[in-house]
Every structure is written in structure tokens, then in C-alpha cells.
């Protein structure tokens, strides 16, 4: 069986000591930053990936992917106890989380939480490995016309499932697109939105960007409001092991959970965070009783703990086999890479297998880990909680300072960061979402590059798009996903008018 | 309630004060500057791409959409943003410590750089007393030079190198 040899690649490179040292690194980090609210993965893998630079690129792949999933479990643990989001992702979590930690629960509803979240890892975890493979053969026939459609109908999807104004999600994106442009032109050699200077012609570092826009903006916007008064439930937890009704009651939760945020995960633009609140809707949607919810029902915590989880680790499918980013941690993910000099797409699981393999295994481990840092150590996580975010900021902006000017080694990007800084924290106080503007920063240069590509190859003709069938294919999906946002937003503008009159 | 505010007319300024009205203007702005940037780019044909070609595309569509958003604003109601001391006071304050940190780091080295952000940083709430700062000031120090210098081995300087 091909399967199980990849597996074993796999292991043998995640169970190198080394690598083992990166997963838990990348865990700690992860739950870390899961649990402390004010900084999140964005940010914090942004801040690390210079420092990848001197991995092996597997060993730093495999860490920023343990932030990245590690921050899904440790979120939960403050929306429990505080009733403060850690992370975006688990914002329901909060709602019947925090009335369950209210009832003395606090043990079984952070227990539930992390053992969802393990369920949704292990199978999203085999997902990857049973789905990529045969994606990356369709990925390998793929050529600019159909990659150019591929990326029309992320940056949609991307679009369409955002929370918020979908114009101004479109205006998001179009606005990193236009960022992505200024450096030099490839195909011309002419240089773009350079006005002159010259630290500008080579264009501009994706973790410079993020770095300003989500780890400095973040920090102003949080230093602009009062500081929240946290709440932490006071008692001690003593009980962690659920009763057997929460069992009962929750495991269809988390079956479903993880379904829906596999699902969801793969599709451009999800990942958790979407995966979460689907999740939630849809189980107070099949509950009989659906008065619970909110009033501490387990299966509140249950489904979208599992779904955030399988959402972000499914989310490295489409990256792992196109090489193309479904969100903004991807978008990182593949700068990485680029660091390396790997070009991400179809052909790094057979070129690469130990990268690929390794990951994958080392998901699994790092879920395993996860498990243990954040339920018998609960106890230390709570205690980081009672420090005040006033301690946090200094250091946060620090990483940040450090992080851009080790991946450039120049003084001038840490500028530019600044400015990126007050760029995120405008956007942010404008209610204007930044992370569609990443999407757009990175795949800006690829759509660009395939679709002029496309264009040699039709010799002009943009018909090239709808005769070839894959590209077609994807495009027509891009159209029926546009009709799909059209239509609920004509029935809400009606509704609108018809409450006014 | 309700009858009092629809009764009374928002001011102009807290009409402008939308979050989409601003939003709306703002991708005007930067649709507008950027097509002013690009005025002398080569534009060329949907086969032979100039440097303008993309440039000007994505411009046209963000002015669009900026009109499309600040219309939305104007018509729909909504809360005025307000701007609080407390905002102005963390923008400039971590804007001017990253800054002073990026010029200094090559000239000053770590040491000054880190000093130089915690202080400037430091001003950004009031909630952080003088003496906390420093011992902040000294822990990050002590922080980041076992991590990157010692632990990482990256090559930034740590003194001033006259």
C-alpha cells in the first residue's frame, strides 16, 4: 500500500527529535496565544517567519502549522473562563461556554472543547492525507487558463463567505491586489507604485504586511479602547471529566462539527473562523430543544470547538496541492515556503515527499500534544490569563520590531510596517475586514502572471477561459456563487424598504 | 426614544462620521491617488500587457466600489465614529516606538532600539507606571537577546558601532 508508506515517510520524518521539539514549540506557542485575547495567529506566524529562515523548511512549516491549529484549542480555554474570545474562531464558543463555567462546569466544558478539538484533528487529519494526493494529480494537469479561473473562484468564495459588507470585502481585496502590484514588473521591468524609492522595486514582503497590518494594527486598536474588565471565574476546576450526559449529548456535536469544518476548511476564504459559527448555527438548527443554547448546552461547545479545528487543518489542502492560499494563514504558509525557494503547487508531494508526509504526521502528534498541554496543565494557562494585557503590548510590539527587520534585514521595512500598523488600525475602526486584503496582496502576482500566460497561449483570444472545460468548469461555479450572494441581498434590501415604509 | 432620533436631523459631520461614508472615501482616495500614480504608465492591450494595463484596471474598481460603499453609507443610518484622546494617543505613540526602533536598530543596536521602544511605547496608556516600564524595558531586553542573539545566533548588533 502506497498509503501507509507515505504514512511511514511521514512519521520518520515527524518523529525526528528535532522535529518533535518544533511540533511542541509550535503547539506551546499556538495554545499561548490561543488563550492570551489581542494577538492572534495571523500575527504571531507572521512574527516567526523570519526565523524559519534558519529551519530546515519541514521543521518550520511544521511549527507554524502547530500555531496555527494549537490556537484553535487554546482559544476555547478563554472563552470559557473569561467569556473574552482568545480568538476570532471561537467567539459562540463564549456563549454557552461561559454559562456552563457559571454553573461550576468549567472542567467538563474545557474537557469537551479539547476533546472535540482532538477528535476533529485526527479525522481532518486523515482527510489530508486520503484527499491530497489524488488532488494533486488534478492539480498537475492544470494549466494557466485553469489556474487563473482556480484563483477567480477562490478570491469569490473568499468574498462570498466573509462575515460583513460583501463590497467592501471585494474593495479589501482589490485594495491588496493593487499592494501587491507596487515593486518591479516581471513581465516589463517597468517598476510600479515605487514613487522613487528604492527600497520598494523588489515589492513588498508578505510578513511585512501582515505584520503591520494585523500585529501592530491589533495592538493600537486594542490599546484605543478601555481595557475589559476579566471576569475569570474564580473557582478552582476541579472536575474535568464530562458526566455521561454530556457524552451522550454531545457526540453527534461533534461529528457534525467536524463534517461541516472539513468541508468548509477546504473551500477558499473558510478556515476556522467561519467553520465555527457555521457550525454553531447549524446545531442550534437540528437541536429538539434549541432554547438551551446559550444557557450552557454542551453541544454549543462541542460542535464548534471540532469545527474550528477540522476547518484549519483542512484549510491546508488547496495550499498543500495547488499551492494555492485559502486564507490568510495560508497566504504566510506559502511565504515560507518561497523562502525555502520551494515553489508551492501539485508537484511538492512528489518531489518532496518527506515535506508533505512529514507535515501531515506531525499534525496528528501536535494534536496528540495538544491534548495534554491544555487539559492537566489547565492550571498554568489560567494563571497567564490574570496578566494584564498592559504587561503584553510592550513585548508584542518588540517580536514585531524584531520580526520584520530580521526578514529583510532592513531597517526601511520596519518603517513600512509602521505605516502598515496605522493602515490595519484605520481598516479595523472603519469596520473593513484585513483579511481578504492578504488574500489579494498574495495571489494578485500569480493571477496576474497566469493570465498573462493564458493570454500568450490563445494568442490574445480571452476565450481560452470557457473553451477549456476544467476552466470553465470553475468558472461557472464563480458565477453561481456570485448569483447565490445576489439574490439573499436583493431579499434583504426588500425587507429593508418594507420595515421603513 | 427612537421618534426623538428620527425627528432630529444628523448633523453633517456625524454623517461623515459613518463608518462607510469614511471607508467609502478612503478607497476613493487611494483609487484616485493610485490612478494619479499611474497617469504615465504604458497601458498596452489585453494581449501585450503594459505596466499600467493591471494597475489602472484595479483602480477603476476600487473608485467604483468606493462611490458604491460611500452611497451606501449616505443612505443608511448609523452611529457616528468618534474619536477618543485614547486612540490618538496609542496610533502615535506605537507608530513613533516602531519607528524609532526601525532607525535606530542598525545605528544604536538592540539595546538602545529596545529601550527606545519601550519607552515611546510606554506612553500609550496611562495604565502603565514608570517603574513598571523599566523593569519591562529591562526584561525584553534580557528576553530578546536570549532568544535571537544567544538561542538563533541572527546577526543584529547589540552596542552602537562607532
Redesign the interface.
Known amino acids: 500500500m502506497e498509503f501507509f508508506d507515505n504514512l511511514a515517510i511521514g512519521f520518520g520524518v515527524a518523529l525526528n527529535p528535532a522535529n518533535l521539539g518544533f511540533a511542541f514549540v509550535g503547539a506551546m506557542v499556538g495554545t499561548l496565544i490561543g488563550v492570551l485575547p489581542g494577538i492572534g495567529p495571523i500575527a504571531t506566524i507572521a512574527m516567526l517567519l523570519p ?1 524559519t529562515f ?1 529551519l530546515e523548511p519541514v521543521s518550520g512549516l511544521i511549527m507554524l502549522a502547530g500555531i496555527f491549529y494549537g490556537a484553535q484549542y487554546g482559544g476555547s480555554t478563554t472563552a470559557i473562563l473569561v467569556n473574552l474570545p482568545g480568538e476570532t474562531s471561537s467567539v459562540v464558543t463564549c456563549i454557552d461556554g461561559h454559562q456552563m463555567a457559571r454553573q461550576g462546569r468549567a472542567g467538563a466544558a474545557l474537557a469537551v472543547a479539547a476533546i472535540g478539538s482532538f477528535f476533529a484533528g485526527c479525522i481532518s487529519t486523515a482527510l489530508i492525507a486520503g484527499f491530497a494526493p489524488p488532488l494533486a494529480k488534478v492539480g498537475q494537469s492544470f494549466g494557466a487558463p485553469e489556474y487563473f479561473s482556480l484563483m477567480l473562484l477562490g478570491l469569490i468564495a473568499a468574498v462570498v463567505l466573509a462575515h460583513g ?1 460583501i ?2 470585502a ?2 479589501m481585496i ?2 491588496g ?2 499592494v501587491g ?1 507596487v515593486g518591479t ?1 516581471g ?2 521591468g ?4 515605487t ?1 522613487g524609492i528604492r527600497e520598494l522595486t523588489d515589492g513588498i514582503d508578505v510578513a511585512t504586511l501582515a505584520i503591520g497590518v494585523f500585529g ?1 494594527g491589533e ?2 486598536s486594542n ?5 475589559e474588565e476579566r471576569s475569570l471565574i474564580a473557582q478552582k476546576i476541579t472536575r474535568l471529566w464530562p458526566t455521561g450526559d454530556d457524552f451522550r449529548r454531545s457526540w453527534r456535536a461533534v461529528l457534525r462539527g467536524t463534517a461541516l469544518g472539513s468541508i468548509l476548511g477546504v473551500l477558499p476564504g473558510g478556515g476556522a473562523t467561519l467553520s465555527s459559527f457555521a457550525a454553531y448555527a447549524l446545531e442550534k438548527k437540528v437541536s429538539r430543544d434549541p432554547s438551551r443554547f446559550g444557557r450552557g448546552a454542551v453541544e454549543g461547545i462541542a460542535a464548534p470547538e471540532s469545527a474550528n479545528n477540522a476547518g484549519a487543518q483542512t484549510s491546508f489542502i488547496p495550499m498543500l496541492t495547488l499551492g494555492i492560499p485559502g486564507n490568510a494563514v495560508m497566504a504566510l504558509m506559502i511565504g515560507a515556503l518561497t523562502i525555502h525557494g520551494i515553489q508551492p503547487g501539485p508537484q511538492i508531494m512528489s518531489e518532496r515527499p518527506q515535506l508533505f508526509w512529514g507535515m501531515v504526521a506531525s499534525m496528528w502528534i501536535g494534536n496528540l500534544m495538544l491534548v495534554i498541554i491544555n487539559l492537566p496543565l489547565i492550571g498554568i494557562w489560567v494563571q497567564l490569563l490574570k496578566v ?1 494585557y ?2 503584553l ?3 508584542i ?6 520580526g ?3 526578514v529583510s ?1 532592513s ?5 513600512l ?2 505605516f502598515f ?2 493602515v490595519g ?2 481598516l479595523m ?4 475586514e484585513p483579511a481578504p486584503m492578504i488574500l489579494g496582496f498574495v495571489l494578485g502576482p500569480l493571477m ?1 502572471e497566469n493570465l ?1 500566460r493564458a ?1 500568450k497561449i490563445a ?2 483570444d ?1 476565450m481560452i477561459f470557457v473553451q477549456r472545460p476544467i476552466s470553465l468548469g470553475l468558472l461557472i461555479a464563480a458565477a453561481l456563487l456570485l448569483l447565490v450572494v445576489a439574490l439573499p441581498a436583493i431579499r434583504g434590501k426588500r425587507e429593508e424598504v418594507f420595515q421603513e415604509g | 426614544m427612537s421618534d426623538a432620533q428620527r425627528t432630529t436631523k444628523p448633523s453633517r459631520w456625524d454623517i461623515l462620521a459613518r463608518t462607510d461614508v469614511l471607508s467609502g472615501l478612503l478607497f476613493i482616495a487611494i483609487a484616485a491617488f493610485g490612478l494619479w500614480a499611474s497617469r504615465n504608465y504604458p497601458v498596452g492591450t489585453a494581449l501585450r500587457m503594459g505596466t499600467g494595463y493591471m494597475p489602472r484596471l484595479l483602480c477603476w474598481l476600487l473608485l467604483g466600489l468606493g462611490v458604491i460603499v460611500l452611497g451606501q453609507g449616505l443612505r443608511q443610518q448609523a452611529a457616528p465614529l468618534r474619536s477618543s484622546p485614547q486612540a490618538w494617543r496609542a496610533v502615535l505613540s506605537v507608530t513613533a516606538a516602531l519607528v524609532a526602533f526601525g532607525l535606530s536598530i542598525e545605528l544604536l543596536g538592540l539595546v538602545l532600539a529596545i529601550l527606545l521602544l519601550t519607552g515611546l511605547g510606554a506612553l500609550a496608556t496611562r495604565a502603565l507606571r514608570p517603574v513598571e516600564t523599566a523593569i519591562a524595558a529591562l526584561g525584553l531586553i534580557a528576553l530578546s537577546w536570549s532568544i535571537f542573539i544567544f538561542g538563533l545566533g541572527l546577526t543584529i548588533p547589540v552596542w552602537p558601532e562607532w
Open positions: 526565523l534558519h459588507s463590497i467592501k471585494v474593495a482589490v485594495l491586489l493593487l502590484l514588473d513581465n516589463t517597468g517598476t510600479r507604485f514613487f501592530v495592538i493600537i490599546l484605543s479602547r478601555p481595557e494584564p498592559r504587561f503590548y510592550l513585548a510590539l518588540l517580536f514585531c520590531g524584531i520584520v527587520y530580521t534585514n531597517a526601511s521595512a520596519v518603517l510596517a509602521a500598523g496605522v488600525f484605520v475602526r472603519l469596520e473593513c496576474e498573462r493570454m494568442s490574445g480571452p
